[in-house]
């Protein structure tokens, strides 16, 4: 059974930094490569923000770079995401998922930047 459990979102003022997780059932955090969404109010796609290996490569939406860091315990199964230098342009929905993503999602958790 997949399981994705996103925790850590919150209203945070502009400039500020949160810092989200994810639990992810063993079954598909051991072997792939896991990524954080995101989907803005509104917006009917969620949007691709930051992927990373099992082996601890990274990669970043052009609109995180320098500001977000993805990274992973292996032995909790568990992909967390800081997020600094938050904009009201970064008020969305947070998922976890593999990467490419499968059909099934968490809750997300919502994370709001205003002053």
């Known amino acids: 059974q997949v399981q994705l459990v996103e925790s850590g979102g919150g209203l945070v003022q502009p400039g500020g930094s949160l810092r989200l997780s994810c639990a992810a059932s063993r079954s598909i955090f051991v072997l792939n490569p896991m990524a954080w969404y995101r989907q803005a109010p509104g917006s009917p796609q969620r949007e691709f923000i930051a992927?990373?290996?099992?082996?601890?490569?990274?990669s970043y939406a052009d609109s995180v770079k320098d500001r977000f860091t993805i990274s992973r315990d292996n032995a909790k199964n568990m992909v967390d995401l800081q997020m600094n230098s938050l904009n009201s342009e970064d008020t969305a929905v947070y998922f976890c998922n593999m990467f490419p993503p499968l059909r099934t999602w968490g809750q997300g958790t919502q994370v709001t930047v205003s002053s």
């Open positions: 992927v990373i290996t099992t082996g601890g490569g990274t």
